[in-house]
């Protein structure tokens, strides 16, 4: 089949519209929903309401969404998007996100399948500009290439692609839960060591020596990372009482040297000072030997009092249920905490060898459970994989959709 070639914005009426620059201070629980870059899921869904905010203000029209509007972010996950539905009309959206508003000749699902397609994506993230803030602009968007087949062989794709896409994200859906019911069962585990340890229940101040946040500001930023140096820990870094090496990122020895007070050691626990639904602020970690290295802005490295707190322990309470209630308690909004709320959090603390072995009885039980939970991964990033192809596939012309079928593609992950 013969496609032309063209870019986004001959496929849409305007070229990109920015959103409200609104701060959190400034949100409401009441009129108009603001959809935040958070609020979309990785399958280009939209969040439970439980989790929207607001804005309590008028909206001037080229804020407000219609039914087919396309929204792309255009900063920290790049490339996200997100086809408005009828019953977000007239919602708004954030300065973080980017409205494109297709043409009446063009069939809205079939330009949101576009913008999931690898092509597409892989165009993004060639191009991102990842020293700055604002790493991907309205112009960047509008002026990626793209095929664009009839109205009618739109119409065929996007009715194809939305019945197979809906197959893969239910079984997607059923192995997100079963995750989340073994990390449930994780936790519950671990609730039972520690009522039995049988703690009183102090503020976490008593057990630090010494907490630190990382430098913020202007002090360096990501054009100053290298291949090797001084480690710096991030908040990506900062696990559910694991730490995770994936991306480390490091600073040259001489920039290290002018931020040696916020340096971390072998067995300090860093804490993370952001969250989001999935990850909550508080969550900790075990500083492994990382060599030279220091904690980065919205990081917070503890040094403990050895003699009464185990930093395993300490690293799981703050990363479990009981935590995070700890540092809700606090008066945090669960997405960002400072040091006095992490200092002030009261925590069950039973006597140093109970926390060992509270610490031990996890590890066993943990062991067996992780290791499903890993499974449920892995099948997660096979189906994201398959259905990206599908869409790929479909939206450049690689197979007729009128012939193909879409039986196979979730192949080899049982439901």
Known sequence: MTWKETRLKHLCVDSGQYGLNIAADNYSTTGTRLIRTSDITTDGS???????????????????????????????????????PSQAQGHTFAGFLIRFRPKPGVDPRFLYYATQS?????????????????NFNADRYANISMSAPSREEQRRIADFLDVETVRINHVAELRRKQRDLLTARRW??????????????????????SVIDGPFGSAFSSDDYTEEGAAVVRLGNIGFAEYKPIDQAYIPMNLYRHFQYHQVSQGDVLIAGLGDARNHAGRACVAPDLGPAIVKG???????????????????LLSSPVGASAIEGRGSTRSMINL???????????????????????????????????????????????????????VTGQFDVSTASGRNVTEGVSA
């Open 46 to 84: 939209l969040k439970d309401a439980e989790s929207a905010v607001h804005v309590d203000a008028p909206i001037e029209p080229r804020h407000q969404l219609l039914p087919g509007d396309i929204l792309l972010s255009r900063s920290g996950t790049l490339g996200r998007s997100f086809l408005v």
């Open 118 to 134: 690898a092509r597409f994506q892989g165009t993004v993230h060639a191009e991102a500009v990842a020293s700055t803030i604002q």
């Open 188 to 209: 519950s585990h671990f609730q039972e060591a520690l009522d039995a340890a049988a703690g009183p229940v102090i503020p976490l101040r008593r057990l630090v020596r």
């Open 298 to 316: 919205k990081c917070f490295r503890a040094r403990l009092e050895t003699e009464t707190a185990d930093a395993d322990f300490v690293a799981l």
């Open 340 to 394: 006095e709320i992490v200092k002030a959090a009261m925590l069950p603390i039973p006597n140093l060898r109970k926390q060992r072995s509270v610490v031990a009885e996890h590890l066993q039980s943990w062991k067996k459970t992780k290791a499903a939970v890993d499974a449920c991964e892995r099948q997660l990033n096979l189906l994201a994989e398959r259905r990206q192809a599908l869409i790929t596939a479909a």
